[in-house]
């Protein structure tokens, strides 16, 4: 696949996801937001721009079934890796269950391309490869076996691929729209299926780690922000959560990479560019505090060598690497310097528990 990004690597994002409490503690944030929602809509889409392994999807709906039990969902999930689709849809079955009136899109586009998914025929002269999974039956083990069957399965490896140009920037192969959905609720999502319905926009809009924390605010505005928020219904609410490091993380980062800034900008920095360059649009949008959280990391009982992970220093320090997100050949330079990464793993095991820093600010549509 010619170049790889750091946070391509799937082992270092499984041991961050299964060593660390990151999932659990965006979940919580989320939830009292899905509550705040409308109780006086017949349906309310929702879009998760960056699925991941489908673990914050997942939980959305399940909040969602709680407080509007009897409002239809469509969610869409934004991913471009094969793996992370695979391990998102192994998560809806039981989903359909809860809540059947559900709808849930799957696609791979970019960000500014997500308005246009479902209403074009081509994007960037590419045809879009529509697939839809009309789930027959009314329990887990049916659906799961429809979901992970061949028909969709077969779509999927034809269609979801990556493409890396030259300069080491990942895009799409083809751009896919996939829709799952009920049979028993098709009369309800008709006009959803036939896009015929008043726009592409969005009541709430999740954006999770959407970028690298290295990258410029300028960077982040135009290519992942300014989209999202373009996408928003009147007083819809794009949620930003993203990695801010934490004291005991900077520090050790420090040490180990003294000429990087691993977080060189805040959420506070981002509003400021967003109404300093008009992205507000004539206070179009309203801005939130942002707010800090934490999460940590989770030591393997009695210290113990993890199958899959190493011992706790080892998996502590890969956690490290990944919220910084530093470059493989940096790592590997450190790992020539024996004194300094002796050094570095003392620094970890004495820092003792591990706590990750992130931030929380909301972005709403106040008027169109």
């Not at 705040?36 to 079934?65: E, V």
């Not at 490896?157 to 083809?174: A, C, H, L, P, V």
Request: aromatic share 10%; with cysteine; charged share 25%.
């Amino acid at each position: 696949m010619g170049k790889k990004r750091f946070f391509d690597d799937r082992l270092k994002y499984l041991s961050f996801i299964q060593n660390t409490g990151e999932k659990k503690a965006i979940s919580l944030k989320l939830y009292p937001h899905v509550a705040g929602m409308s109780k006086n809509k017949s349906y309310i889409r929702i879009l998760d721009a960056g699925t991941g392994d489908g673990t914050i999807k997942s939980n959305i709906i399940k909040s969602f079934h709680k407080y509007h039990p009897y409002t239809s969902l469509l969610i869409t999930g934004k991913e471009i890796s094969y793996e992370d689709l695979k391990n998102t849809l192994d998560k809806m079955p039981d989903r359909f269950v809860e809540h059947p009136n559900l709808m849930v899109t799957m696609t791979n586009v970019k960000f500014s391309e997500i308005g246009l998914i479902e209403s074009s025929k081509k994007i960037k002269n590419k045809k879009v490869k529509e697939f839809n999974l009309i789930l027959k039956s009314n329990n887990t083990f049916d659906f799961n076996n429809q979901i992970s069957g061949s028909s969709l399965g077969n779509f999927i490896k034809k269609n979801w691929g990556i493409e890396i140009d030259k300069n080491g920037k990942t895009s799409y192969s083809n751009p896919c729209l996939i829709r799952i959905y009920r049979k028993d609720n098709e009369e309800h999502l008709k006009q959803f299926i036939a896009r015929n319905y008043r726009n592409n926009n969005y009541d709430l809009i999740i954006a999770s780690q959407a970028y690298r924390a290295a990258s410029s605010v300028k960077v982040k505005v135009n290519n992942v922000i300014g989209p999202l928020m373009r996408l928003l219904n009147q007083s819809g609410k794009l949620l930003i959560t993203h990695s801010c490091g934490g004291e005991s993380i900077e520090k050790i980062l420090k040490l180990a990479f003294k000429d990087k800034v691993a977080f060189p900008n805040t959420a506070k920095d981002i509003i400021n560019y967003l109404k300093d360059n008009k992205f507000s649009e004539n206070n179009k949008y309203s801005f939130s505090k942002p707010l800090n959280y934490f999460f940590k990391f989770k030591k393997a009982p009695d210290q113990t060598v993890t199958e899959l992970f190493g011992h706790n220093t080892d998996a502590k320090w890969a956690n490290i690497l990944y919220v910084g997100q530093i470059p493989e050949k940096d790592i590997q330079v450190l790992e020539l310097n024996t004194r300094l990464h002796n050094k570095v793993k003392k620094a970890i095991d004495s820092a003792g528990l591990i706590s990750f820093k992130n931030e929380i600010f909301s972005i709403k549509k106040t008027k169109q």
